[in-house]
């Protein structure tokens, strides 16, 4: 049997030919590193989920995973003198190494760094494959086959070939003539947006840094959510404009581009009709928000027009738009000259930011086990914004990482976009 990549699966495969676009999940494992017995069980897992052998036919945009055995070495870095530092430098590392596409891909890998009495397993995977919720899945399966061995070898996913977008429009063809009518003012706004600067365009390599809101932050962002009437991404979203803005400071004496671009990934397994559990793949939607973020405005004033702007994406299900847009830019950038492709991103869909969010409580818990004390994830940037903030809540606390292209901004820039991210949310509780 083999499955057919919908079109973020074929956009994020030719923006690997440009640079590599991985992500990086990092969980906190409460049993000491026993390498052997790690890596007989990941070996164990994958074989059990038939996640091994993968094969890709770009041309086609067919895959199929192959039955067969892989082995799979637990890297285990060197350790820094603090363990952030050590967590920091080996997810960068593994943003920016592609993987080794042939006959049969491995498009995980694993790595491991000892923490006191336990471990931080992570798991690197070529994005294109899974979404985060589907990665969510194949980790705690890891982490309960090597807490908890069974007799066994577990099968996490029943179905790896899930059906793609066009069964979506089937089912809902009342919203096609919405997507096709709102698509030119998507244009439009796209066209008010201020282009991120870049140093070098060629230049991808990404940055990363850590960050962590603890409980206050989390309690102050689910009051004012109630209190506003908005959700947490909403805010999240709007404290970006607000970080963001500052680095766009030339859009005030532009003529046309005024605005600030900002996108939240969405998952759209509810609206494909795909279970939350046992099917693996990647179900992704956006939301994107364009807005001029006057300099002066208030916190709640902004907060209310994102979501504005992302409660009337939901009504219509723009958010599913975007794989109609991401087909047309495919489209239009395959008939560009190899060098002006490099740029087309940045010169026609000008993001400065992303957001991923990702709520482990309701992922993990899900499945009746407790939430692991720790959880980090990361992904590449890519070639369509500069910096990505990447959002996990984990029990009482919110987990954080910054990845960047360096040839936008310095390692300075983020430790500052970092600190201004985080006083905002805490002055949240004082404006509501």
Same mark, same amino acid.
């Given at each position: 049997?083999?499955?057919?990549?919908?079109?973020?699966?074929?956009?994020?495969?030719?923006?690997?030919?440009?640079?590599?676009?991985?992500?990086?999940?990092?969980?906190?494992?409460? $049993?000491?590193?026993?390498?052997?017995?790690?890596? =007989?069980?990941?070996?164990?897992?994958?074989?059990?989920?038939?996640?091994? /052998?993968?094969?890709?036919?770009?041309?086609? *945009?067919?895959?199929?995973?192959?039955?067969?055995?892989?082995?799979?070495?637990?890297?285990?870095?060197?350790? /820094?003198?603090?363990?952030?530092?050590?967590?920091?430098?080996?997810?960068?590392?593994?943003?920016?190494? @592609?993987?080794?596409?042939?006959?049969?891909?491995? !498009?995980?890998?694993?790595?491991?760094?000892?923490?006191?009495?336990?471990?931080?397993?992570?798991?690197?995977?070529?994005?294109?494959?899974?979404? =985060?919720?589907?990665?969510?899945?194949?980790?705690?399966?890891?982490?309960?086959?090597?807490? *908890?061995?069974?007799?066994?070898?577990? /099968?996490?996913?029943?179905?790896?070939?899930? @059906?793609?977008?066009?069964?979506?429009?089937?089912?809902? !063809?009342?919203?096609?003539?919405? #997507?096709?009518?709102?698509? @030119?003012?998507?244009?439009?706004?796209?066209?008010?947006?201020?282009?991120?600067?870049?140093?070098?365009?060629?230049?991808?390599?990404?940055?990363?840094?850590?960050?962590?809101?603890?409980?206050?932050?989390?309690?102050?962002?689910?009051?004012?959510?109630?209190? #506003?009437?908005?959700?947490?991404?909403?805010?999240?979203?709007?404290?970006?404009?607000?970080?963001?803005?500052?680095?766009?400071?030339?859009?005030?004496?532009?003529?046309? $581009?005024?605005?600030? +671009?900002?996108?939240?990934?969405?998952?759209?397994?509810?609206?494909?009709?795909?279970?939350?559990?046992?099917?693996?793949?990647?179900?992704?939607?956006?939301?994107?928000?364009?807005?001029?973020?006057?300099?002066?405005?208030?916190? $709640?004033?902004?907060?209310?027009?994102?979501?504005?702007?992302?409660?009337?994406?939901?009504?219509?299900?723009?958010?599913?738009? &975007?794989?109609?847009?991401? &087909?047309?830019?495919?489209?239009?950038?395959?008939?560009?000259?190899?060098?002006?492709?490099?740029?087309?991103?940045?010169?026609?869909?000008?993001? #400065?930011?992303?957001?991923?969010?990702?709520?482990?409580?309701?992922?993990?818990?899900?499945?009746?086990?407790?939430?692991?004390?720790?959880?980090?994830?990361?992904?590449?940037?890519?070639?369509? /914004? !500069?910096?990505?903030?990447?959002?996990?809540?984990?029990?009482?606390?919110?987990?954080?990482?910054?990845?960047?292209?360096? +040839?936008?901004?310095?390692?300075?820039?983020?430790?500052?976009?970092?600190?201004?991210?985080? =006083?905002?949310?805490?002055?949240?509780?004082?404006?509501?």
């Amino acid at each position: 049997m083999r499955g057919t990549f919908n079109i973020f699966q074929t956009t994020m495969l030719d923006w690997n030919r440009i640079y590599p676009y991985n992500a990086v999940h990092v969980v906190r494992v409460p $049993r000491p590193l026993d390498s052997g017995r790690l890596s =007989a069980v990941v070996d164990r897992v994958m074989e059990g989920s038939g996640l091994n /052998c993968l094969v890709v036919d770009p041309q086609r *945009r067919h895959y199929e995973y192959r039955e067969g055995r892989q082995h799979y070495d637990i890297r285990v870095p060197e350790v /820094c003198e603090s363990l952030p530092e050590s967590l920091e430098r080996e997810i960068e590392g593994q943003l920016n190494q @592609p993987f080794e596409e042939g006959e049969h891909m491995a !498009p995980v890998r694993y790595f491991s760094i000892p923490d006191a009495d336990g471990f931080y397993l992570g798991l690197a995977y070529s994005h294109f494959v899974a979404g =985060a919720d589907s990665i969510v899945q194949l980790v705690r399966g890891v982490v309960e086959e090597y807490l *908890r061995p069974g007799e066994r070898t577990p /099968c996490l996913f029943r179905d790896r070939y899930p @059906p793609g977008y066009g069964r979506c429009i089937a089912l809902r !063809p009342g919203t096609l003539a919405g #997507w096709l009518a709102t698509l @030119p003012s998507g244009v439009r706004s796209l066209r008010r947006s201020f282009r991120p600067y870049y140093r070098d365009p060629e230049d991808q390599v990404n940055g990363l840094k850590l960050f962590r809101l603890g409980e206050s932050s989390l309690q102050t962002l689910l009051h004012v959510s109630k209190t #506003w009437g908005v959700t947490v991404n909403d805010l999240f979203m709007a404290v970006m404009l607000k970080v963001l803005s500052p680095y766009a400071a030339g859009r005030h004496q532009a003529r046309r $581009r005024r605005s600030i +671009s900002v996108a939240s990934v969405a998952n759209i397994r509810k609206d494909l009709g795909i279970p939350p559990e046992g099917v693996f793949g990647l179900f992704l939607g956006f939301l994107r928000v364009t807005y001029q973020v006057p300099p002066t405005e208030a916190m $709640r004033e902004t907060a209310l027009e994102v979501h504005r702007q992302t409660a009337e994406m939901k009504a219509r299900s723009l958010y599913l738009r &975007a794989a109609l847009e991401l &087909a047309f830019s495919r489209f239009v950038r395959d008939h560009l000259k190899p060098s002006v492709q490099r740029k087309f991103y940045a010169k026609y869909f000008p993001l #400065w930011g992303g957001l991923t969010n990702v709520n482990l409580n309701s992922l993990w818990a899900g499945a009746g086990e407790a939430v692991p004390a720790d959880y980090i994830r990361s992904v590449s940037t890519g070639p369509v /914004c !500069p910096v990505v903030f990447s959002v996990t809540t984990v029990g009482r606390k919110i987990n954080g990482t910054v990845s960047y292209r360096r +040839s936008a901004f310095t390692a300075d820039d983020i430790v500052d976009m970092i600190a201004e991210f985080s =006083a905002r949310i805490e002055k949240l509780g004082v404006d509501a």
